[in-house]
């Protein structure tokens, strides 16, 4: 018996680049993420090569993967995965807030276009700055979200969810100016993101192994609330 196989075009807007030219790892890892089970369980979303832009890209779901290519080149798949990621714990939205003012990316971005952490104006990015909080080991932000960010629902789509936790864990290894590229994020999301709502967003650094570097990270509502997390890895550049 085969399993018959759901296609759809996608185009991934300008918008939502993180280096120039290709996807955010975060937005483009919820995209088909989403497409796979409207994450029912947590699912791993590996990326096999970078995404382009404006361009017809191929999304299909198939039993129980999703996967995302180029005129038959594979560029992202996604599995559910049998966990539960609780996070890194939580950080006070005004504590986070403070922390920002420690962003390493104010003295050094090297994707300052990134549609997530990027130097862009206010409503066109995101604008997550995590930055090391006093007496912990973990980076956070006061995410404020805005209202040009919304699904036909008036909720965050997971795409921009998927965002906000791919770019925090880079952030928890990285210094002025230093960069990776996502290989792979595993995402969970427990609850909906609304427009003009205050979260934090946490981030810590869980280890490196040659290129690798790892992270896991968390959205909480101002009361604890566990929103939605993360496990990345990341490839450093040679």
């Not at 699912?43 to 999304?59: D, I, S, W």
């Not at 997550?128 to 919304?150: E, I, S, Y």
């Not at 965002?163 to 595993?186: I, N, Q, Y």
Request: aromatic letters at 8%; proline letters at 7%; glycine letters at 12%.
């Amino acid at each position: 018996m085969t399993t018959a196989a759901l296609q759809t075009v996608l185009t991934v807007p300008e918008r939502f680049r993180g280096p120039a030219e290709i996807a955010n790892g975060g937005w483009i890892s919820g995209t088909v993420a989403e497409a796979l089970n409207g994450l029912e369980s947590a699912v791993e979303v590996t990326l096999h090569a970078p995404t382009p832009l404006e361009t017809e890209l191929r999304l299909e779901h198939v039993a129980n993967s999703a996967s995302l290519s180029q005129d038959g080149k594979l560029l992202v798949e996604a599995i559910p995965v049998a966990e539960h990621l609780t996070g890194p714990g939580f950080v006070p939205f005004n504590e986070a807030a403070r922390a920002e003012a420690g962003f390493p990316g104010w003295k050094g971005h090297a994707f300052p276009e990134c549609f997530a952490c990027g130097l862009r104006e206010p409503g066109d990015g995101l604008r997550v700055f995590p930055g090391p909080v006093d007496g912990a080991d973990v980076v956070a932000a006061g995410w404020r979200v805005p209202f040009t960010v919304t699904d036909e629902d008036g909720a965050v789509p997971v795409a921009v969810v998927g965002a906000v936790l791919d770019c925090v864990t880079g952030w928890a290894h990285f210094a002025p100016g230093e960069s990776a590229l996502l290989g792979r994020l595993t995402l969970q999301v427990d609850r909906r993101v609304y427009p003009g709502g205050t979260y934090s967003v946490v981030a810590k650094a869980t280890g490196r192994e040659g290129r690798k570097l790892f992270g896991e990270s968390a959205i909480y509502e101002v009361d604890g609330t566990l929103v939605a997390a993360a496990r990345a890895t990341w490839i450093a550049p040679r």
